[in-house]
């Protein structure tokens, strides 16, 4: 849809408020439109511009930090990542706490790939990491799309996960329970953030004194699944 499509929607519709879910929800002339219409957004999960509607997203540092303390956990030291957009706000606090858990532990090493969240990209850097002379024996994916991706690269080159290498994405996507086997990932209350962001715009003209632009920290779940397990020395 063109902004000037949206426009002439927003004109016809008179909407008294609005739910944007990714990648609806970083793109900035869809926040103008909305801003100069005078509707009140909020957006679930963004990575830009935190300060524009009513933000609901989850501490992506603490979340990514908790996913590499598993992995080093199971006894992995040999550890691959797959980054995604440096632009996007969220992605930099997932590699942020990622990188620093890993490089907290003497003999851990990490090799970096650049992503962009597509399942293609995904399958070529998870080629690109599993073809290195001493490949990773786990990697982590910032989403589960290229986490997908990632595992049917090694299915490609018959390595067994998790037998040979362990895999986690993030999102809590459905991709991540359509795969054999199902992925590891960092899941978000989806239906929770959909129900407050909902309730919050019915009740927003009652909340006298609660500014709207504003950031809710949601929880988050660090699902362990069939694509972890220990690694083989």
Not at 27 to 52: E, K, M, S, T, Y
Request: include cysteine; charge should be negative; proline fraction near 5%.
């Amino acid at each position: 849809m063109s902004g000037e499509m949206l426009r002439r929607f927003l004109d016809l519709v008179k909407l008294d408020g609005v739910i944007l879910v990714p990648p609806l929800c970083d793109i900035a002339w869809v926040l103008d439109l909305l801003d100069n219409a005078a509707i009140p957004f909020a957006r679930i999960n963004p990575g830009l511009d935190l300060d524009r509607g009513l933000c609901f997203v989850i501490d992506n540092n603490k979340a990514a930090h908790d996913v590499g303390e598993a992995i080093l956990e199971m006894g992995h030291r040999r550890i691959g990542f797959i980054d995604g957009p440096e632009s996007h706000t969220a992605q930099r606090e997932r590699k942020i706490g990622f990188l620093d858990i890993i490089g907290s532990v003497a003999g851990a090493s990490v090799e970096v790939r650049q992503g962009d969240f597509l399942f293609a990209s995904g399958f070529e850097m998870g080629h690109e990491l599993l073809a290195l002379p001493k490949r990773p024996t786990a990697i982590f994916a910032a989403n589960d799309e290229m986490a997908a991706g990632v595992l049917a690269a090694a299915i490609e080159r018959g390595i067994d996960v998790p037998g040979q290498l362990s895999l986690v994405g993030f999102g809590g996507l459905a991709v991540s329970t359509h795969t054999w086997p199902r992925i590891a990932t960092v899941r978000q209350s989806t239906i929770e953030i959909a129900r407050l962001a909902g309730n919050s715009l019915i009740e927003r003209d009652t909340r006298d004194g609660v500014a709207w632009d504003r950031v809710v920290t949601m929880p988050y779940e660090l699902v362990t699944r069939q694509s972890m397990a220990p690694a083989v020395r």
